[in-house]
């Protein structure tokens, strides 16, 4: 089945530098990858996803790159603010059954002022 | 549009006893999932409902969790007997259909299971 790696696990950035997320996947046949944003005690809420026919998606200071090739896909965030600090998660659909979602484990990202 | 309701949003249980956690999900989505979140952790799939077939089991990690969803639309998630390792928050998610077809996944607040 489908596995998801990320890294890193925690990440400090002072406030304006740039924060870059990398997750890796093992079921070429996924297709679907949303990046997630859980602040504390909240629940997750979408923030960005990108499919397997593009290679790269940017949404305001958000953007997301995907390489099939190597299976592996990015969230990179610019000019970080403080309220950009929270567990960022990655998913890949699980490419047999084209349902669930297969989680990172997080990342936590904090933005010093 | 009212979102993905929980309830109860905390519940402490003794362990051996069962525990029934309810999702509504957004009205008019066809799938329906539940994930469990360790403290710490990621997000584990148990098992997701699409429309009128047979859900998929393979996320449920023993035989003492089951779900049902009654008529297409609220679900319950039910642990029986249950073990202090089943403390986690239990977060229940819908999408107007499967995620493959390009549906985002929206979550609900999520339920806070504590067993003593």
């Known amino acids: 089945g489908e596995n998801v790696e990320q890294h890193p696990s925690t990440l400090s950035v002072q406030e304006g530098d740039s924060a870059v997320i990398k997750c890796t996947y093992s079921d070429s046949a996924s297709n679907y990858f949303p990046w997630y944003k859980q602040e504390l005690g909240k629940r997750p809420q979408l923030i960005i996803d990108?499919?397997?026919?593009?290679g790269e998606k940017k949404d305001q200071r958000i953007a997301v790159t995907l390489n099939k090739t190597a299976k592996h896909f990015s969230l990179h965030i610019t000019e970080t603010q403080p309220e950009d600090s929270a567990v960022y998660f990655c998913?890949?659909?699980?490419?047999?059954?084209?349902?669930?979602?297969?989680f990172g484990k997080g990342t936590k990202l904090s933005v010093k002022p | 549009g009212a979102g993905v309701s929980q309830s109860p949003s905390n519940k402490v249980t003794e362990k051996g006893k069962d525990v029934e956690l309810r999702c509504d999900p957004i009205s008019g989505h066809t799938a329906l999932y539940w994930y469990r979140q360790s403290l710490g952790q990621g997000l584990e799939f148990l098992i997701y409902f699409q429309g009128n077939s047979a859900p998929d089991k393979s996320g449920l990690p023993s035989d003492r969790f089951s779900a049902e969803r009654t008529g297409g639309s609220v679900s319950t998630l039910t642990i029986q007997r249950t073990q202090q390792e089943d403390s986690a928050v239990y977060l229940c998610?819908?999408?107007?259909?499967?995620?493959?077809?390009?549906?985002?996944?929206?979550f609900g607040p999520g339920t806070r299971l504590t067993v003593l």
């Open positions: 998610a819908s999408s107007a259909r499967l995620a493959g077809a390009g549906d985002t996944q929206y």
């Open positions: 998913a890949a659909i699980n490419g047999g059954s084209q349902g669930n979602l297969i």
């Open positions: 990108i499919r397997s026919n593009v």
